[in-house]
Structures are given as structure tokens and as C-alpha cells.
């Protein structure tokens, strides 16, 4: 099972949008709807931001917001703020009834 | 409030055993599966498997399978991950996560357990 394949880095200025990529198979992000995003602040345990592609959890920004097109799906931070600063992981459920973790984004606000 | 509290740091030498410990707390523990975790130092999240404490079922990542024992004691509510020869490799931050089934995502995590192996 090969980790999704996110961008290392990506950023942007306050008050901008950014948007992350997670590229996986058939057998994990294209054939489900249940993709989710972590966030993890250096030396913090991660955080759920979003589950099942689009859903926010309570507690969470609407400024962050998730979509997918076929194996790829998307985390979009609006409205950048100081405090996204962090990194990003995607998740997917898989066909072999496991999961497994992108390769992680680093979100810096310039 | 649901919280999953993980034992305390650990120091070991190369080819010695370690079990670390995992309780959550705040809801039925048999409802949830318990899933862990790896993060090496500066690096990504890594699944190690997943565990259901109703049945024991568990489910390893291939990289994992036979490198490490997942299991869980319901009579004290603990979900455990073991190693019986550790390798420096192996130092890294361990997460235990509870998964939501019905969402198919991580809701909450433990604190982590940073595991040092050194000679």
C-alpha cells in the first residue's frame, strides 16, 4: 500500500487560498467517498479538519473546505490565517478494508 | 469527553522487547476500533494497523505486518502495541488513534508515545 502522493510544500500570503492535492488509485481515494485531512502543528498531536471528502467537524472553520475528482481529492484553506500554519495530511479508506496516510504538506503563511 | 491517554516516554537497546499502552476513556470502548500510528523523527504519518477491541480482528499495513503486535485487554479497557526485538529504526513518535467507523476518518488521537531505541 504506497502513501498518497501530496505536494511537500505549498503557501501563501493572509487572506489568500491555498489548496492541497492528495493523488491516489482506484483502490483508495477514487473508489470511495471517505477521504479525510489532518491537521498537525509541529510537536502537536494531528487534528481531523475534514471526513467523508467534504464534512467539517464541529468546531472547524468553514474556511476549510474538501472536494475530490476521480483519485484525487483537495483541502482548500481560505481566507489563509497565521494559525494553518502547519502540516496537512490526507487519509484514505482502502479496498483491503485499511487505511492509509498522504505523504504530508507543509502550509507556510508568508 | 473522550480522551485516549498513552503510557510514558520509553528508552531501550537495540533487540530488547517494549510494550506501549493505550486508554481511552469517555465512551464504550468495544464501539471503536483503535488504530496506531508511527511518525518517525521529521517525517509523515505512517498506519500501522487497526484493531477492533469487540473481537480483536486486527488489520496490519503491509510494512508492519510481522514486525509488531497489535492487541487490546477489554477486562481493563487498554489497547497495547509491542515489539519483540527493537531496532533503532524503530525510534519514532507512536499515536494511538480511535476510528470512526461510520466516517471513516481518525476523530480523536492519543498524546503519542516517543519510543527511543539506542545503544
Known amino acids: 500500500q504506497s502513501a498518497l502522493t501530496q505536494p511537500p510544500s505549498v503557501s501563501g500570503s493572509p487572506g489568500q487560498s491555498v489548496t492541497i492535492s492528495c493523488t491516489g488509485t482506484?483502490?483508495?481515494?477514487?473508489?470511495?467517498?471517505?477521504v479525510s485531512w489532518y491537521q498537525q502543528p509541529p510537536g502537536t498531536a494531528p487534528k481531523l479538519m475534514i471526513y467523508?471528502?467534504?464534512n467539517r467537524p464541529s468546531g472547524v472553520p468553514d474556511r476549510f473546505s474538501g472536494s475530490k475528482s476521480g483519485n484525487t481529492a483537495s483541502l482548500t484553506i481560505s481566507g489563509l490565517q497565521a494559525e494553518d500554519e502547519a502540516d496537512y495530511y490526507c487519509?484514505?479508506?482502502?479496498?483491503?478494508?485499511?487505511?492509509?496516510f498522504g505523504t504530508g504538506t507543509k502550509v507556510t503563511v508568508l | 469527553e473522550v480522551r485516549l491517554v498513552q503510557s510514558g516516554a520509553e528508552v531501550r537497546k537495540p533487540g530488547e522487547s517494549l510494550k506501549i499502552s493505550c486508554k481511552p476513556s469517555g465512551y464504550s470502548f468495544t464501539s471503536y476500533w483503535i488504530g496506531w500510528v508511527r511518525q518517525m523523527p521529521g517525517k509523515g504519518l505512517e498506519w500501522m494497523g487497526i484493531?477492533?477491541?469487540?473481537?480483536?480482528?486486527?488489520r496490519y499495513s503491509p510494512s508492519f505486518q510481522g514486525q509488531v503486535t497489535i492487541s487490546v485487554d477489554k477486562s481493563i479497557r487498554t489497547a497495547f502495541l509491542q515489539w519483540s526485538s527493537l531496532k533503532a529504526s524503530d525510534t519514532a513518535i507512536y499515536y494511538c488513534?480511535?476510528?470512526?467507523?461510520?466516517?471513516?476518518?481518525?476523530?480523536?488521537w492519543g498524546q503519542g508515545t516517543l519510543v527511543t531505541v539506542s545503544s
Open positions: 482506484s483502490s483508495d481515494v477514487g473508489g470511495y467517498n471517505r
Open positions: 488513534a480511535r476510528v470512526d467507523h461510520w466516517n471513516y476518518c481518525v476523530d480523536h
Open positions: 487519509n484514505s479508506y482502502t479496498s483491503s478494508s485499511t487505511y492509509v
Open positions: 484493531i477492533s477491541p469487540s473481537d480483536s480482528d486486527t
Open positions: 467523508e471528502v467534504s
